[in-house]
């Protein structure tokens, strides 16, 4: 299916997939997203969404170029891009008034920042707690921690057990873009304060595109280190992540389990 999308009527799991991947020596690194209908799973080639109503659709990933992925700050905003391109891609899993609505959202403070403060401010926290109330409508929360449920068997390779049941991982994961989230915030406020730069009319859009560049460089950076010390930045965000997950139930964790299987399958197949 490349560069394109499949519909499936039912994702029904083919128990295979998990004993292949709770055997493997070593697995692609996920991701994912909760939706107040399912869970989109992603890695670096592919990704799925599963549906409550038993549904999956799959598509492939951006591939950015090698040169892109290589170029410090670029990189990050790279990597964030492609991270939500199945939100915002026609072939995705958002419907068209959907993908507008987060548009306006992305675009929004292009326009905010025109406005005299406090306006200004005002109107962009207003947009942002829209957003995220918005997001987390309905059972996402929940879906949210079935998806790092799932994630984290498929790390464990407990893949099977919590099919069953009889394994539940964490609900909490330090990858999760509620860490990125908390990051960034001090990041932006911080960078907003030493800007060197003379004040321009686009300022704040550049605050905001070098703060996420850096977050990510600094988040990808703890994530790869053992450190006490790296580690303990991303206590914030797992502390905010009691907030933006709920328990999920047997059922809810297998919807993310299948959108997991989805992609596997595709990674051990060799597609």
Do not use: K, Y
Not at 21 to 49: C, K, N, Q, T, Y
Not at 61 to 76: F, N, T
Not at 93 to 115: G, H, N, Q, S, Y
Not at 197 to 209: K, N, Q, R, S
């Amino acid at each position: 299916m490349p560069g394109g999308l499949a519909e499936v009527d039912d994702g029904r799991v083919r128990p295979s997939v998990f004993v292949r991947a709770d055997a493997a020596a070593a697995l692609p690194r996920l991701g994912g997203m909760a939706r107040p209908d399912g869970v989109v799973i992603v890695s670096e080639r592919f990704w799925a969404f599963a549906g409550r109503d038993g549904t999956l659709r799959q598509g492939d990933m951006p591939r950015p170029s090698r040169a892109l992925r290589h170029v410090p700050l670029v990189r990050g905003l790279v990597r964030l891009g492609a991270s939500l391109s199945p939100l915002f891609r026609r072939s995705g899993v958002a419907r068209p008034r959907e993908r507008r609505l987060l548009r306006a959202a992305v675009l929004a403070p292009c326009v905010t920042i025109f406005l005299p403060a406090p306006f200004g401010l005002l109107a962009g926290l207003g947009v942002t707690l829209g957003l995220v109330a918005w997001m987390l409508r309905g059972r996402t929360l929940h879906l949210h921690g079935a998806e790092h449920r799932a994630i984290a068997a498929a790390e464990e390779r407990r893949l099977a057990a919590a099919w069953r049941g009889e394994a539940r991982p964490s609900r909490f994961s330090p990858r999760c873009g509620t860490n990125f989230a908390a990051l960034v915030a001090p990041t932006t406020f911080l960078f907003d304060r030493f800007w060197v730069l003379p004040t321009a009319i686009f300022t704040p859009l550049a605050v905001t595109l070098v703060s996420l560049a850096l977050t990510m460089e600094l988040w990808q950076l703890d994530q790869s280190s053992n450190r006490r010390a790296a580690r303990a930045l991303l206590l914030p965000g797992l502390a905010l992540q009691r907030l933006t997950t709920r328990e999920p139930s047997l059922e809810e964790t297998r919807v993310a389990l299948r959108a997991v299987a989805a992609v596997l399958e595709q990674e051990l197949s060799g597609a």
